[in-house]
Nanobody, 124 residues
Framework: QVQLVESGGGLVQAGGSLRLSCAAS????????MGWFRQALGKEREFVAR????????YYADSVKGRFTISRDNAKNTVYLQMSSLKPEDTAVYYC?????????????????WGPGTQVTVSS
């Protein structure tokens, strides 16, 4: 069982930066692939980024590639999402996720655990 809690969301102007953190409970954090999804008002929840359990492989949605960076600190049971050059279209609730599936990387069924989400609002 893994419990996830996100923090670091807030209001930022376009072009600014935010760093989201996700603290995970449990002693098996290093066994999980970690990621982030987001859901804007009235839209489907979508994949944002993923980091393999080894920390060697990263994947990003095309819309955030080059602007967002996912990282993890296994000693602290924490995963991060550094967001830069933010745009109004990045406004959404951001969800931290943890999963064991190696093949399902970009879709919700690939993740067993979800955090409650943190709101990110980018003003123009």
């Amino acid at each position: 069982q893994v419990q996830l809690v996100e923090s670091g969301g807030g209001l930022v102007q376009a072009g600014g930066s935010l760093r989201l953190s996700c603290a995970a409970s449990g002693r098996t954090f290093s066994s999980y692939h970690m990621g982030w999804f987001r859901q804007a008002l009235g839209k489907e929840r979508e994949f944002v980024a993923r980091l393999s359990k080894s920390g060697e492989n990263t994947y990003y949605a095309d819309s955030v590639k080059g602007r967002f960076t996912i990282s993890r600190d296994n000693a602290k049971n924490t995963v991060y999402l550094q967001m830069s050059s933010l745009k109004p279209e990045d406004t959404a609730v951001y969800y931290c996720v943890a999963g064991l599936a190696s093949q399902i990387k970009f879709h919700r069924p690939g993740y067993n655990y979800w955090g409650p989400g943190t709101q990110v609002t980018v003003s123009s």
